[in-house]
């Protein structure tokens, strides 16, 4: 399973705005995402998402402004390869101007204009709840499509799971 970062940069408290990349090329081309990858040998999960909003946006923020959500996790049993557990981040403090880079071409999006049906499936069930403040542990199956949520599910902290099975 790969080990990646999620960061996704958030304009104002409550939130009234969040960055999203359009994939111009690769894992998730023409969806768009937040700004993350895989962690690199040596690095930490913080330094991580740093570098990848840094490299995919422009973006530059410190350590103590992210802002740590829990973890994501994706299945996709009929592309095992493509599994992850992302390590979810916001960030609403930042320096530097926001750019295209090869991979994402960034666009700012109000919180009640995400373009869910553009985005993986799963987006739509975790980042309502991240927005309002909620830290996840969630688990997402996708479905022999690669592309559709069959189940998701949340942790609770006492360690409870909430399963949510979707009619395919």
């Known amino acids: 399973m790969i080990e990646a970062t999620l960061c996704i940069p958030v304009l104002e408290q409550p939130p009234e705005a969040v960055l999203l990349g359009l994939k111009l090329s690769g894992f998730g081309e023409g969806k768009y995402v937040g700004f993350g990858g895989k962690i690199e040998a040596g690095e930490s999960i913080p330094q991580a998402a740093l570098r990848e909003l840094k490299e995919e946006s422009g973006l530059r923020a410190r350590a103590e402004n992210l802002e740590a959500h829990g973890t994501l996790t994706f299945i996709f049993p009929h592309k095992p390869e493509w599994d992850h557990q992302v390590h979810l981040f916001l960030v609403w403090e930042w320096q530097g101007r926001v750019r295209e880079s090869d991979e994402l071409q960034p666009a700012w999006f109000q919180v ?48 409870s799971r909430l399963d949510h099975g979707i009619s395919t």
Not at 115 to 142: H, I, K, V
Not at 145 to 158: G, L, M
Request: glycine fraction near 2%; charge should be negative; proline fraction near 4%.
């Open 112 to 159: 009640d204009q995400i373009p869910y049906s553009q985005m993986w499936d799963d987006c739509r069930y975790w980042l309502p709840r991240a927005l309002a403040g909620e830290s996840l542990n969630a688990f997402f199956t996708y479905c022999v499509d690669n592309q559709t949520v069959v189940r998701a599910s949340f942790e609770r902290s006492n360690s």
